[in-house]
C-alpha cells in the first residue's frame, strides 16, 4: 500500500461464465498482490467497528438491489492502486459484482501530489457530467495510462491538457466541452475532498483501503474478502 506522506459513478462488466473453481485458480495469482497491499496496512480496526459510509452520488459497479458494498478508497497516481485495479478488481467483479452479492465503490483519497488531486477533481467532473458508465470507462483508461517511471510522483503527468485529451478517446466534443467547464468549478473539488475527509474519519492512511458495508478489510487473500463479504451479507440480512 501506498501510505500516505502529507497530512492535508453501470458498465459493462465481464462474463460471470466461468466456474467458481476456475476463479480461486486466477485468485490465486492475486494472492501475493493483495498480500502484498494490505500487508503494507499497518493500522488495523477493531473487527467490531464499523462507521456509517453515505454511498449517495458515488460511482459503482453492479445492482444498486445488492446488500454489500464493498468500498476502495484509491489514488490515481498510486502504483498499488494501478496493480489493484488490474489484478483484483477483476475479481471482486467476478465473484461478487456479476453475482449480485455486492456493489463496488471508489472513493478518491488523492495524496501523492498535484496530479492526484486534479485527477480525482476531473474525474469527479466526468461521473456528475457523463454519468456511472462513462466514469468507468475513464477511470479504467487513466489507470492504464499510469506512467512506469518510478520518479513519476514528482512529476506533473496528469495534466489537465493531458486528462481532457484522455477524455477525448471515450468522449465527444461536446461531452468533452461541459466535463471541462464543469471542471473549472469548484464543485469537483469539493466531491473529492468530501470523499477524503470520510476517508480520514475511517482511519485511512494510505491506498488501497478496502471497507466492505463499513468494515476495513485487513485480510490478505481472496478466500479472506470472501467471507468478509459472506459476513456482512448475513447481518444485512438478518436487519
Excluded at 84 to 107: H, I, M, Q, S
Excluded at 190 to 213: C, H, I, M, Q
Aim: hydrophobic share 35%; with cysteine.
Amino acid at each position: 500500500m501506498a501510505q500516505k506522506k502529507k497530512g492535508t459513478k453501470k458498465v459493462t462488466r465481464p462474463s460471470s461464465s466461468s466456474s467458481k473453481f476456475a476463479f480461486w485458480i486466477i485468485g490465486l495469482i492475486a494472492i501475493a498482490i493483495i498480500g502484498f497491499i494490505f500487508l503494507a496496512n499497518n493500522q488495523k480496526s477493531d473487527d467490531t467497528a464499523k462507521e456509517e459510509i453515505d454511498y449517495a452520488n458515488q460511482p459503482f459497479l453492479g445492482e444498486e438491489s445488492a446488500p454489500v458494498s464493498i468500498v476502495e478508497f484509491g489514488d490515481y497516481k498510486c502504483p498499488n492502486c494501478k496493480n489493484f485495479a488490474d489484478n483484483v478488481v477483476p475479481l471482486v467483479v467476478k465473484e461478487f459484482v456479476d453475482t449480485g452479492k455486492a456493489k463496488f465503490y471508489y472513493f478518491h483519497y488523492p495524496f501523492i501530489n498535484v496530479d492526484s488531486e486534479r485527477t480525482a477533481k476531473f474525474s469527479e467532473a466526468v461521473y456528475h457530467e457523463l454519468g456511472n458508465d462513462k466514469f468507468w470507462e475513464f477511470h479504467e483508461l487513466i489507470y492504464d495510462k499510469q506512467p512506469e517511471d518510478t520518479r513519476y510522483e514528482k512529476v506533473d503527468v496528469f495534466t489537465e491538457d493531458f486528462l481532457t485529451e484522455t477524455l477525448e478517446e471515450i468522449a465527444n466534443k461536446e461531452e468533452v466541452n461541459k466535463v471541462v467547464a464543469y471542471f473549472d468549478t469548484k464543485a469537483p473539488e469539493d466531491a473529492w475532498k468530501s470523499d477524503e475527509a470520510l476517508g480520514g474519519k475511517l482511519g485511512v492512511s494510505g491506498t488501497p483501503t478496502v471497507f466492505v458495508n463499513g468494515k476495513r478489510f485487513d485480510g490478505q487473500t481472496m478466500e479472506d474478502l470472501n467471507k468478509l463479504v459472506e459476513e456482512a451479507a448475513k447481518e444485512k440480512g438478518n436487519e
